[in-house]
């Protein structure tokens, strides 16, 4: 059984949960089915992603494209809309041509910002699934380019099963999307991995070493939806109540600048020599072992892949009360749920571990015991691997035949190039002289002199 997936990202600095999930739910489908093929449409040029891939020995191909939901404000201009349409289109047609020589059973697309596989898979009528495991607009500030709901139903038209990565998710997609063709699918983390990494000695002090109070740690991309700014709040409403406490963030940054702004939020809270930024790491999960307790302070996550691996390592997590994070965090046993737009509300329940003893080291165990329940649920890869497989052989949507030339429509306008101007004029004219244009229509009429239409 051959299975063509299809991703968006290159992975330039990190792999991202999406990429990880992916990876993740293959390897376990390769375990499972000795007769599974996987091969892999992702978007150029190479990173970690197809470094990933070359380490297990799959297959891929590469391709130019965007996407329908971009980080720009839209409209983008005319001149750019056209030149990335030409690109987007003429990456459809090579997938195309790609898939009609794999032949594959299935199209699975893993990215809710690039349509181009489904747009191949269901211009030859071949089976296709999608995974959604972001919301793009509300947690990365992306911008549809025809609007949420609309783009949510175009993928509910192009699959013949949608999958999100939490039920918050789920009930949001299915504000477009017929909810019987959605099914939930948690991401799958190999425990022994985490715990194994976890033990291992951090690359840089994550602590300040005269900080004796409560240590907390946030692992995640540095922005602003990623919600550290109120980790820091937090702790300068902890200090403000005499408690002592220090934060370790970890992760990369991809707006410059930005860690200077938390840089000041922290000094101007009185709390900056209590801050420290890791930065990218290989290994996170050091940090996380250094923690007493862990924070998800994001406006909103799809899943929360930190979440469970917070849980996994036996920290007990405070997360915000949206997305798919609530769905993990048990309150009062495996830690507490905060409203995101409530700094007060994180800082008090920080405090709760930083005055009660043992209460950290409690939660932890019951943290590192509730993954087994998360992951072995109805939610987890095997039923997903189960349900992609039944779509074999199924009957699929397919779009009508002239959509394969209207495809291949912006990347024959692209072609005119720095004449576009003299070419489409000479075409004008062309047409004015066939027997299909102006001149050709008028001829055909009884009675007009050719020598008087042509002008001789």
């Known amino acids: 059984m051959r299975v063509i997936f299809s991703n968006h990202s290159t992975a330039p600095v990190n792999l991202g949960g999406a990429e990880r999930s992916l990876l993740k739910l293959v390897d376990d489908w390769a375990a499972k089915n000795p007769d599974f093929e996987p091969f892999f449409f992702t978007k150029a040029p190479t990173g970690l992603f197809t470094k990933a891939l070359d380490e297990r020995g799959w297959k891929y191909r590469a391709f130019r494209f965007r996407g329908w939901a971009l980080p720009s404000p839209q409209p983008a201009p005319v001149a750019e809309r056209t030149t990335f349409a ?12 790609e898939l009609e020589r794999l032949k594959p059973d299935l199209v699975v697309t893993n990215t ?16 296709h699934a999608w995974f959604v495991r972001e919301y793009g607009d509300l947690d990365h500030d992306l911008k549809f380019q025809e609007g949420r709901r609309r783009t949510l139903a175009d993928i509910g038209l192009l699959s013949e099963a949608v999958f999100t990565n939490s039920l918050a998710l789920k009930n949001h997609v299915a504000s477009a999307v017929d909810p019987e063709k959605i099914s939930v699918v948690y991401p799958s983390v190999d425990a022994g ?54 934060l370790c963030l970890v992760g990369s940054w991809k707006t410059p600048g930005y860690d200077l702004e938390l840089r000041d939020r ?25 923690a007493d307790v862990c924070v998800t302070p994001s406006t909103v996550e799809a899943f929360g892949r930190t979440t469970l691996e917070y849980l996994m390592a036996g920290r007990p997590v405070v997360a915000s009360n949206t997305g798919g994070s609530a769905e993990l ?26 005055t009660t003893p043992g209460l950290a080291e409690a939660h932890g165990h019951a ?58 004029a000479g075409l004008l004219a062309s047409r004015l002289r066939t027997r299909s244009g102006l001149v050709g229509r008028i001829l055909r009429r009884p009675g007009v ?6 002008g001789r």
């Open 112 to 127: 809710l910002v690039a349509p181009w596989a489904a747009f191949a898979a269901k211009t030859l009528g071949l089976p």
């Open 329 to 354: 965090v048990e309150p009062g046993v495996t830690g507490s749920l905060f409203d995101p737009d409530s700094p007060r509300e994180l800082a008090d329940a920080l405090a709760v571990y930083a």
């Open 367 to 424: 943290a590192r015991a509730s993954v087994e329940r998360v992951l072995g649920s109805e939610f987890s890869q095997e039923a997903a691997i189960t349900r992609l497989e039944g779509l074999v052989g199924q009957p699929a949507y397919k779009l009508p035949e002239i959509s394969r030339y209207w495809f291949a429509l912006p990347g024959d306008y692209a072609s005119l190039g720095a004449t576009t101007a003299r070419m489409a």
């Open 193 to 246: 991995f985490v715990t194994e990494r976890a033990a291992q000695a951090p690359a840089s002090t994550p602590f300040p070493q005269s900080s004796p109070g409560l240590k907390i740690t946030v692992v995640g991309r540095v922005e602003p939806g990623k919600g550290q700014f109120r980790a820091i709040d937090a702790l300068g409403l902890l200090k403000a109540d005499g408690i002592d406490a220090s």
């Open 266 to 290: 922290a000094t101007a809270l009185g709390v900056a020599d209590r801050v420290t930024f890791a930065g990218e790491q290989a290994n996170p999960y050091p940090y996380v072992e250094a």
């Open 449 to 454: 002199a050719t020598r008087r239409i042509l």
């Open 86 to 97: 030409a690109a987007d289109y003429q990456a459809v047609g090579a997938m195309i041509d």
